[in-house]
């Protein structure tokens, strides 16, 4: 067949906006309430272990969603369990050993951030977030791939909502100590979902499956760019605790990345979503046109409401700070607009992303997070020290901008 229009998945995409809604509420408690609760300082603390545990988690288990979308879209529904009962058990083994080797870097890292001030306890706590959210990061999108998209959705509303409510239960009694704890709760309670969400998916009769003729790589290459994507998101904040920036910018980096990862999160996963109807119409009708249409419609959807809300947000980012969180965050304003302009390209970065996927070329995602990492890294070492919070932004800019414009020079590299 030739290709034909290729539908947008509607109903997917309004279950995923729901989702996205209830997860907006969740966000913006987790960066509107909880500064407020433990004022720029602690925030700063919270902010670090926060960037580390859910940076980890996502690294490990970032290429997820494309590789099982792209692996099980294809197939009927019994070959589908087989399948990822197969697959998720020889992924999770692997990124179980990248885990392992993220963790005790993080230590290291730990040890050395705030001059013995990150007491044993809270390493402990942080390992055990990351350990728990990397599985539950890998049953989430299990479920995206078996399509369902209702335990997906739902992951990052309940575990920041936890992550909120332990740790304006647990603050006022522990102090700094509580409020990490509450992360490694909110990661148990994903994981909880997780299992709830995929338990039905398996097999009755023990299969054994080899993965998937390519997945494995696939895998592979896709865990390697979330890797180096985490850096590039994540690494606002312990970019300012390394440069000795101070817990006041260290709370201010980490205010306005949180910012703009909520925007870019939501627009990646909304892509997501559309990826297994994609794949599924390219495996089946040859609609490889068509397929590709499909994320370009919904990038270009997500662009129509993003760019205006970082441009709103950008103008009015100081009177925003200060009502929002008090005037002892009103410094991140500088910060804010920065990291806005970063959301603005979310959709061009994650169309750029989620074509890899559907084109079977893992390794343009690769190369893009590889120059995202690298300009974000030569940024952050010259604009940190001087900077503080805003020079942190920057280099997160510079990296989404490199990792979007690689991406595309790769993919039209062979097209």
Known sequence: MTDRAVALPRRALVGSAAGKALEALTLAALVLVVPRALGP?????????????????????????????????????????DVARALALRV???????????????????????????????IA?????ALLGAAASLLSQLALGLERTVAWSLRYPLENGVIVAGALVL??????????????????????????????????????LAAPAGALRFARLQTAGGALTQTVHRGAAPACALAGAGAVATGH?????????????????????????????DAHHRASAGAEAVL??????CAAVVVPVCAVGAVAAEPLLAAALGESFRGAA??????????????????????????????ASLAGAGAGAAAFAAVALVAVPADGAAGAASAMLAGVAAATAATFAALRARA
Request: net charge positive; aromatic share 4%; charged share 15%.
């Open 334 to 363: 500088d910060a804010l607009r920065i990291t806005l302009l970063a959301a603005a390209l979310a959709p061009l970065w994650a169309l750029g992303n989620q074509l890899a996927a559907l084109r079977g070329r893992p390794g």
């Open 125 to 129: 706590l942080v390992a055990a977030a």
């Open 253 to 281: 980096a980490a205010i306005a990345a949180g910012a703009a990862l909520a925007i870019t999160y939501a627009v990646a996963q909304t892509l997501s979503v559309a990826l297994p109807g994609a794949v599924r119409a």
């Open 171 to 208: 603050y006022p009694t522990v102090g700094l100590d509580g409020a990490i704890a509450a992360i490694a709760l909110g990661a148990a309670a994903a994981l909880a979902l997780g299992i709830a969400g995929t338990r039905p998916a398996a097999p009755r009769r023990r299969a054994r």
């Open 296 to 301: 370009r419609r919904t990038a270009a959807l």
């Open 92 to 122: 999770g083994r692997t990124r179980l050993l990248l885990l392992v080797a993220l963790a005790a870097a993080a230590v290291v890292v730990a040890a050395l951030l705030a001059e013995g001030d990150v007491g044993t306890l809270q």
């Open 41 to 81: 300082a602690d925030y700063g603390g919270f902010a670090v272990a926060l960037a580390v545990a859910t940076g980890i988690a996502t690294a490990t288990g970032i290429g997820g969603p494309a590789l099982f979308a792209r692996v099980l879209a294809p197939l009927d529904e019994v070959r589908r369990r």
